[in-house]
């Protein structure tokens, strides 16, 4: 399902139905000569479409808009780059607007940069950091201040320990798991990511202008749709 196709009551039984709903979080950011400035985004779209066929799931509309840092080219070409401290602002109120509708299993994925996940990187850490601050005001607005020192939470660390407490009512995801990155060439829009496209949106991709890029775009030249 995409949320902006959904009437109120199959909202109201998607929340009753604790149905994920996924934001695919991403950039715009530039990748070569060869590959479309949206791929960061585009992979996570793809791929959450593409499970939607056969799961339960609400698709958010995409966010864009990321900090794709200025690290890999200027702004010449193409990237936008929206600092972390203006995106969780965004984050922290589309979090709490979500937790006010009542949905309680939300979800954000993303590509970019998540070779350091676990430590994080600005935009998935101001995502993070909105999801934080959104389910601590949530629950201090709704249950008033002292929530945790309730009775009602005195079965906190056992609900914790099957994943039913309120911190995981927002979780972020890489696209690639450490797992995954194992076994796939992790890139920047190299002979990894050149496939992942070709794979998942071949129109955003042009081998012709492939000789016209960077360094790190060399091992593009082995891309196939079959890698990805
Ligand atoms: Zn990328």
Not at 46 to 70: M, N, R, V, W
Not at 128 to 150: N, S, V
Not at 164 to 173: R, Y
Request: charged share 20%.
């Amino acid at each position: 399902m995409r949320y902006e196709l959904m009437l109120p009551h199959q909202i109201r039984a998607a929340i009753a139905a604790n149905t994920p709903i996924v934001l695919p979080l991403g950039v715009l950011e530039y990748h070569g000569e060869h590959l479309g400035l949206g791929l960061d985004t585009l992979v996570v779209v793809k791929l959450l479409e593409e499970l939607e066929t056969d799961h339960d799931l609400i698709l958010l509309p995409p966010f864009y808009y990321g900090a794709a840092s200025y690290a890999v080219a200027g702004p010449e070409g193409g990237s936008i780059q929206i600092d972390g401290d203006q995106l969780y602002p965004f984050a922290r109120a589309l979090f709490t607007s979500l937790l006010k509708t009542g949905f309680r299993n939300v979800h954000f994925v993303v590509h970019h940069q998540t070779e350091n996940f676990g430590a994080g990187m600005p935009t998935d850490l101001a995502f993070k950091f909105g999801a934080r601050q959104a389910i601590f005001a949530f629950l201090e607005e709704t249950h008033g201040e002292g929530w945790w020192g309730k009775p009602e939470m005195a079965d906190y660390y056992a609900r914790h320990a099957t994943g039913g407490d309120p911190f995981n009512w927002i979780k972020g995801h890489p696209l690639m798991t450490p797992g995954i990155i194992a076994q796939y060439p992790f890139d920047h829009a190299g002979l990894g990511e050149t496939s992942l496209l070709l794979a998942l949106c071949p129109e955003a991709v042009d081998m012709s202008r492939l000789a016209e890029g960077p360094w790190y775009t060399e091992t593009a030249k082995d891309a196939s749709a079959a890698l990805g």
